[in-house]
């Protein structure tokens, strides 16, 4: 039962050495999080991006919810025990617990499957698709450096082409088939690892419930195969420092990860630091250089290489134009940003720190990162110098840097897929910093599990959201208002996507106004974000046949973004439908003499050139009313797509 | 060695370059206007469907006079299909329309119903 009592002192057997509060600061850090987490359900689009999902979950669930994470955590020892039935003592398994196993990654599969992530088509899988639709990956570019995930893309094309099925059901397949096998992985770990059956649980909890689990086993990129590469190593490594002679296998697998996706070369200094324990155990000289004082130097100077690159090779540190095409090349956010508040945010503003901590709480088991401040906490009882935690905060380390630099609305439309893969390199810190926790009958075992077995509900609450459509879109729009109010490009085109999901074209409207409005005392002069989504609403006002405020919507557009072309043909389309022709042929000439004249860019925008014509010719022969109707209804699948 | 290796380069740069020219997108010759010779109309396809809607294809009424235009303009395609409208051109201005049409080429092009503006 619930506990707040200061902790015992005394021995390791009768409950561990003094701690600092124990099991109440792990209450406390719940309780600030169930309150976060009610203030983020109160204010879906603040700052409390992280954590506002309960605000999308329909009423009786977010009631349900509510309850079970106060009921899991305060009645764990109820039910503890029938749980604990089910963990093996022993590190062996036997065969009915390998049924078991695969029984539940065969369901895992099927979850995951049924239950795919519903915006998966948006972000960078068109582009994805389009590229694997041009280009016949072979063995040569596997071996080549020319590109980030060569290997991922080989397999799953090879796969497209052996079976004949279309690429992006085959994503979706392997990401589900894959998330089968990381069951089997994780829970083969979590079972056979050397400890008290209570830990095996946690471990088992942490692996399962990590958020970015419902990411990358139902989506269509190329993060799957790295991250399921990624949990093996780290599994590689936890046998390396219990003795085993895994070191050539993990050396193996980091090869082949990084072929999996780039990303994996941030595993490099831990697997150095490995490296040179096992060097240092025949060699002493090579001692020295893992020792903390070695290891921090050996840090900092990778920082400033790091440094180096940032400012001169990426140019990253300032915005030159601070347009999209410079986002997406340059990737990080930078020191200096030339926007007026809100949408100045810079490597070094306070709201991105928290921003930070929200992502890895969307990527990992939240109760990890309880653990983790726990153990910080009580950093003397820890075991933060033992060889193993240190490679674990390596790995962890160079993971937060790079999630740290990199501009977060890059990757948002399947909750920071780019990011998430810091995911199991928190999760085994979290699970080796735990192990002491869980060796003795510490009070706050049974604490740290029920906190963890009822955080586990948030990447649940997750994976229901994103699995249904409606839901995925109302939390983007509203993600997409945070965006931009913070990082702000890139915000536009999530709340049109939010916006584009709702399947009814007048509440779609209402919506599209609502958020503009929202959006306008926050609008810089001009503002391309908002004159993007002020043309979209332009086009779904036309496709309603509301011309006339679609004219106003589209002029609207025109003046944040004059060189907006769709919004020029839209302006005209809508002209041509409040028959106002010679206005409507005003407005296209020159967008045609600009994008048409050397080559045809559009060919759209010449066919309402000659509608609008046509329509001027009708009204000087004053053709009737119906005749002209009968010609735009005509004309109408034409232009408006 | 320099100087043939220039000419190999060249020669391959040519290979390259030389499809590019053939099929990138030509204006047909400018042709006046029956009725209204002051305007030229200048054609080029743009996709080929044949069997399917048609051909898409872009013209350019360019004005070659003084004064603006503005004149109704019927084309007829070797198809027999026509395309109308009515449209105002500035003086030495271009402007373009397209659309999908029968045929490969404009064999008749008239202007009438003229209305000419002389510049101020």
Redesign the interface.
Known sequence: MLSLRPQNSGSALEGGPELWLGSALVWFLYFVFLVLLVFGALFPDSFLWGIHIAAFLPLPFRFGLMILLLALPVFSRKYFPYMLKVVPYSARLRAPHYIALCAVAVLGSLVFYSARISTNMYGDTRTLLLILAGKKYTLADVIGWHDFEPLTRYIHQGISFLTGLDQREVYEIASAVMGGFFILLAGWFGLTVDGSPLWKLFILFAAFFAGVNQLFFGYVEDYTPVYLCMFAFLILAWKFFDGKNTLLWMILIFIVGIKLHVEMVLFAPALLYALLTRCGERYNVLKRWYRPGALVAGILVSIGIMAVVYIFVFHAYKFETGDNPEKARKIFLPIFNNLREPHGYTLFSLSHFSDIIQEILLAVSPGILIVIVFSLVNWRFSGWSSPRVVFYTLAVFYFMLFDFTVDPLLTPMRDWDMLALIAPSLTFLGIALAKPWFQSPHPQAHTLLGVTMGLALIPLAFFYVNSNEALAADRLRNLGVWGFKSYYSGSAYMVNVGCSLIPDRQQEIAERERIIKQLEPHASKPDFELGFLEYKLGAALLSNRECERAISYFGKALEQDAYNASAVKGLAESLLFTRNF?AA?REI?PL??GI??A??ND?EA??V??VA??G??LQ?RQASSVVVDNFLEKARPLLIH | MLRSSLIFCAFILDILVLPVGAYSQQWSAPRPLTGLPEVSLSVRTIVAQEGFRGNAVEWRFRNTSDSTLKFTYRLISDAADTIIGRVTIRRQRSVYSGWVIRGKRFENMFAEDVIITPAK
Request: charged share 15%; net charge negative; aromatic share 22%.
């Open positions: 010679e042929a000439a045609n003499e048409n004249a080559g045809v060919f010449l066919e050139a000659q014509y046509f001027v010719y000087s």
